[in-house]
């Protein structure tokens, strides 16, 4: 079975810095998606940012960015040039490629503040 | 132009009722979720549909039910409430072809929260 862990249960930066939010996961299969997802106090909850697996290169929108590194297991989302809007609680996630349920399964979620 | 929407947006109810969550979505997608974030805001998948079919249940007692009544709805009803059931109910949709085994990435609704007294 698939896991996803986030370590960092809160973070905080000062408004135009750049943070660096950890996640890893565990899983057998070899073609699989990783997201970002971020829920702001509004409760929605907001692609951030998508990853194929097996896309060598990292994806990238606009000021956020991950680090995959396939054989870690490790997602790694940065946010550069952090915004007060910023200010949330992301989830990463992870779904089988080839799956035919979608399940889209959660890491614990790590809260981010932005400060001013 | 809301891609997926959920109504009500907050429910608050006794134990013991029955209740319903609608979802719709004018995205064209042809799968549609069920979510629950508990408490501890943990995001757990609870039913998949594709083109009106169930594809999944996750150990999801009984008393709830899914209705899809088309492509484009998926509504959720719950019998006799308890106060566990209270968390926060999302819906998402996704282009999939779950027959082929293609998946794509979810677009959430705005979240339904039910509180059980």
């Known amino acids: 079975a698939q896991t996803v862990t986030q370590s960092q249960p809160e973070m905080s930066v000062q408004e135009a810095e750049t943070v660096t939010l950890s996640c890893t996961y565990d899983t057998s299969e070899s073609n699989y998606y990783l997201f970002w997802y971020k829920q702001p106090p509004s409760r929605q909850m907001i692609l951030v940012i998508r990853?194929?697996?097996?896309?060598?290169q990292n994806a990238t929108e606009n000021r956020f960015s991950v680090n995959f590194q396939k054989a870690a297991k490790s997602f790694s989302l940065k946010i550069s040039d952090s915004q007060l809007g910023d200010t949330a609680m992301y989830f990463c996630a992870f779904m089988k490629r080839w799956s035919n349920t979608g399940k889209l399964i959660f890491g614990q979620g790590t809260t981010l503040q932005v400060k001013p | 132009d809301t891609a997926v929407s959920q109504t009500p947006k907050y429910l608050v109810t006794q134990m013991g009722n029955d209740k319903s969550i609608k979802c719709e979505q004018n995205?064209?997608?042809?799968?549609m979720y069920w979510y629950k974030q508990d408490s501890k805001k943990f995001l757990k998948i609870m039913f998949s549909y594709n083109n009106k079919e169930l594809i999944i249940n996750e150990t999801v007692p009984n008393r709830f039910s899914p209705k899809s009544p088309d492509k484009a709805h998926l509504n959720l009803h719950i019998n006799s409430l308890e106060l566990g059931d209270s968390a926060v109910y999302f819906c998402?949709?996704?282009?999939?072809?779950?027959?082929?085994?293609?998946?794509?990435?979810?677009?959430f609704g705005p979240g339904t929260r039910l509180t059980v007294l």
């Open positions: 990853q194929e697996a097996y896309k060598q």
């Open positions: 995205l064209g997608h042809d799968t």
């Open positions: 998402a949709s996704s282009q999939n072809d779950l027959s082929g085994g293609s998946t794509d990435t979810q677009y």
